[in-house]
């Protein structure tokens, strides 16, 4: 029944509307967690993923509930922004190690079965100001680009056994990581988006669900733009 699948940081936010959706098209979906239980009808793992112990315990959990992970969503993230002369390397390295280290130790650990079964699928939710750049967000920033290093060198080594690794890269979404933007942050956000409004959550699930498909075999080391054209041309 569907595929087993598995979203790193699915308990809210976007990974939880990527769940839902993968979900609701007949696969088995597991979410990572680290504390506040899974959300109704979802597999739940308790994980930090800057923990390669918690993230090699969360994959045999979740191998013994619903199979080999064949498809793999690193959407789990944090910010702590902050100007570069003031932001202190815990605030750099924090952010790096939440967003592209774990990227790195759960693509590691999904790889190795994937290999075996020749086929998988990897998706990386990468950011608009990866691309951009983004003041105030040299952490988040380098961390959104490293993802797009990350993913291209994996399509490159495991091209041939049959699995692809994408990245998404969304604008500004609805979630609690952009209602923490002061309000005229979020206007002069909204001021450059061609399409004049945020993202909803499931706008992105459905893109991470069609580079997840078959009808994606063919697509790898891409990155997807889901912005509203906010960063158009890069
Ligand atoms: P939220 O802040 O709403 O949710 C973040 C998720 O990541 C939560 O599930 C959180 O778990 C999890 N998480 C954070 N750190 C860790 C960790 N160390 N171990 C395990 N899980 C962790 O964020 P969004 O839903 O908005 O963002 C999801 C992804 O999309 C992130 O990678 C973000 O950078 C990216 N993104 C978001 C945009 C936006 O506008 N919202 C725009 C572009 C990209 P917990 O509940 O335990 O805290």
Known sequence: MGRSVLVTGGNRGIGLAIARSFAQAGDSVAVTHRGSGAPDGLFGVRCDVTS??????????????????????????????????????????????????????VAKRASAKMVRARSGRMVFV??????????????????????????????????????TANVVAPGFVATDMTAELPEKRQQEILGQVP?????????????????????AGYITGA????????????
């Open 195 to 215: 399409l004049g409004r945020l993202a909803e959550a499931d706008e992105i699930a459905s893109v991470v669900r069609f580079l997840a498909s078959e009808q």
């Open 223 to 234: 990155v997807v733009p889901v912005d509203g054209g906010l960063g158009m041309g890069h």
């Open 52 to 105: 390669s112990e918690d993230v090699d315990a969360a994959f045999t959990a979740v191998e013994e509930h619903q199979g080999p992970v064949e498809v793999l969503v690193s959407n789990a993230g944090i910010t702590r922004d902050g100007l570069l002369m003031r932001m202190s390397e815990d605030a750099f390295t924090d952010v790096v190690d939440a967003n592209l280290t774990a990227a790195y130790r």
């Open 126 to 163: 990468s950011s608009v100001v990866g691309l951009l750049g983004s003041a105030g967000q040299v952490n988040y920033a380098a961390s959104k680009s490293g993802l797009v290093g990350l993913a291209r060198s994996i399509a490159r080594e495991l091209g041939g056994r049959g699995i």
